[in-house]
Nanobody, 115 residues
């Protein structure tokens, strides 16, 4: 199975930036969809951004213009660049990779936006 290791989370002030990374133990080219999800306390896990193997991206309305998702197949790594962060962006961020048959989740990394 593929292991996903996330990094880059932490505490940041409003208006600041963070870059999350999701490194896979194996090749990711065969996974046609990768994405980032956020879960706040007492809330469901909601999609933040996705990217296909062809480079097509989609974003939740709340993060359009602020976040950028990307993938580097050579490094087996996916990224989420988060700019202009606000408290409502806080939560546990999970990375996901999937194809028609398999789905893998990372362990999650905490992002807290607070002054």
């Amino acid at each position: 199975q593929v292991q996903l290791v996330e990094s880059g989370g932490g505490l940041v002030q409003p208006g600041g930036s963070l870059r999350l990374s999701c490194a896979a133990s194996g090749t990711i080219f065969r996974f046609n969809v990768m994405g980032w999800y956020r879960q706040a306390p007492g809330k469901q896990r909601d999609v933040v951004a996705t990217i296909t193997s062809g480079g097509t991206t989609n974003y939740a309305d709340a993060v359009k213009g602020r976040f950028t998702i990307s993938r580097d197949n050579a490094k087996n790594t996916m990224y989420l660049q988060m700019n202009s962060l606000e408290p409502e962006h806080s939560g546990v961020y999970y990375c996901l990779i999937k194809n028609w048959r398999l789905t893998y989740w990372g362990q999650g990394t905490q992002v807290t936006v607070s002054s």
